[in-house]
């Protein structure tokens, strides 16, 4: 394959604006020539293909072929290779002519930037650079982390969101009457499970009545304001229709598979201007694109930062505490993507969940600050006092590490906490998982 210079341009020569910019981890065979194969990467992603057709002039590729920015080799050989090296591996990042998506969209850029080459072994998509030109053309979150916030009336602590479980099978009257539990308990958002959206047993519009009814009961009881994000994933083209029926029987809050119904259908949701409450982006099926180290999509990408540039207001990140696999750099890393600075979009909730109990609060809050939403499901509807005190316990948490006073003392003091502690233990990092406190 020739390589002429227009395909390495490294970053000081880059028209910024014009590109996105992505980095691979790519692992290859011993004896592959890197730069050939970064190129190869370029050319198969925007106008080559595996010969040079007549068609792609010097005109075309100037205007749209990829630019290979920088090929990093892990350990970095600089004069030969060991005898025992059998695979060789490197970072890679190759630019991208944002015109070639046809304008600011998710669709087309994936196809771009992790299309055909998610076919080609080891090849992993890490992370993805925008320009402001690229950015601006999103709204991203309508609420965010202060519009939530706002709409609260809370400013000095991390906030508590509730799953309702069971997951599924639940009728709208049962499924309010937990609400209902957990809402006077202290829970400031509460969300259906993924596994829930329009059943028959279980009718979307239904289930928003009956919760709304039951929510301004446990609002009146507790002096506070709950939102509970009803979900509405479902076929594209019914999407809208269930947001503004869920929106007229009284929901305060919605909730998308967001990776299921795809990245443009949440923006589409999050950007019309008929949907004026915050909604929730739940992360399941991402795991089928980050889990493998080799290939696919890094969690940070597809489980932070993409989402949060479609509009969603928070975000159920997996934690390394619970049920599901998760390191814990892995972890902290997506947290940060949803916090950090990212142009005009507005920071987002993580809502660190899958297994989270009250003895996680104070690690939880401690790597993210007060920026944080701590989600729990069984912690709260499994706790041996009922679902109420399972979110006292979580309050009891929440003002003892915010207060800096010691968890197990502040446990001595409340019996909801005490219970959960005996029942689950307390995190400590660099413990193994959650210790027992008896023992």
Same mark, same amino acid.
């Given at each position: ?13 880059? /028209?910024? *604006? ?8 790519? $692992?290859?065979?011993? +004896? ?34 990829? &630019? ?37 969209? !998710? ?49 000095? &602590?991390?906030?508590? +969101? ?23 308990? $202290? ?5 259906? *499970? /993924? ?16 919760? @709304? ?5 446990? *609002? ?17 083209? +019914? ?15 919605? @909730? ?14 999050? /950007?019309?201007?008929?949907? +004026? ?12 694109? =980050? ?44 947290? =940060? ?11 987002? !909730? ?22 944080? @939403? ?51 233990? =307390? ?8 210790? *027992?406190?008896?023992?």
């Amino acid at each position: 394959m020739y390589i002429d210079p227009i395909i390495i341009q490294y970053p000081e020569g880059l /028209e910024k *604006d014009r590109f996105v910019i992505a980095t691979y981890y790519c $692992g290859t065979k011993r +004896n592959t020539n890197m730069m050939k194969f970064a190129a190869a990467l370029a050319c198969e992603q925007t106008c080559g293909t595996w010969i040079q057709v007549p068609q792609e002039t010097a005109e075309v590729r100037e205007k749209c072929i990829g &630019r290979v920015v920088g090929v990093y080799e892990a350990p970095s050989y600089q004069i030969e290779l060991p005898k025992e090296v059998e695979e060789r591996n490197f970072i890679v990042r190759i630019a991208y002519p944002w015109a070639n998506f046809g304008e600011a969209q !998710f669709a087309m850029m994936l196809s771009a930037v992790i299309g055909n080459i998610s076919s080609s072994g080891k090849v992993k998509l890490i992370d993805l650079e925008f320009p402001d030109s690229f950015l601006n053309q999103f709204q991203g979150p309508k609420f965010g982390v202060k519009g939530i916030r706002d709409l609260l009336g809370v400013y000095d &602590r991390p906030l508590l +969101n509730n799953m309702i479980k069971p997951c599924t099978g639940l009728s709208p009257e049962a499924t309010a009457a937990l609400a209902f539990e957990s809402a006077v308990g $202290g829970v400031d958002v509460i969300k259906d *499970d /993924e596994l829930i959206s329009n059943p028959v047993h279980c009718p979307l519009v239904k289930r928003v009545k009956a919760v @709304m009814a039951a929510l301004k009961r446990a *609002d009146e009881e507790k002096g506070e304001k709950t939102l509970y994000a009803f979900n509405i994933t479902d076929r594209t083209e +019914n999407l809208k229709d269930n947001a503004y029926k869920a929106l007229e029987a009284g929901a305060n809050c919605l @909730m998308v598979n967001y990776n299921t119904i795809g990245l443009d259908a949440t923006r589409m949701l999050a /950007e019309d201007k008929n949907i +004026n409450v915050p909604i929730l982006g739940h992360s399941d099926y991402t795991g089928a694109l =980050y889990e493998s180290p080799w290939s696919g999509v890094s969690a940070a990408l597809i489980g932070a930062k993409l989402p949060r540039l479609a509009g969603v207001d928070m975000i159920i990140a997996l934690t390394p505490y619970g049920k599901f696999p998760m390191m814990m750099d892995t972890f902290v890393d997506g947290g =940060y993507r949803m916090l950090s600075p990212l142009g005009n979009i507005k920071p987002v !909730f993580p809502m660190p969940g899958g297994g989270t109990t009250q003895g996680h609060v104070e690690d939880v809050v401690r790597k993210f600050g007060n920026d944080v @939403m701590i989600a729990s499901g069984a912690g709260i509807h499994g706790h041996p006092m009922g679902p109420r005190a399972g979110a006292v316990a979580f309050r009891q948490a929440i003002d003892a590490v915010v207060s800096g006073q010691n968890m197990l003392e502040a446990a001595k003091q409340h019996k909801e906490l005490q219970a959960a502690f005996d029942a689950w233990g =307390y995190y400590q990092e660099g413990k193994t998982g959650i210790f *027992d406190l008896k023992g």
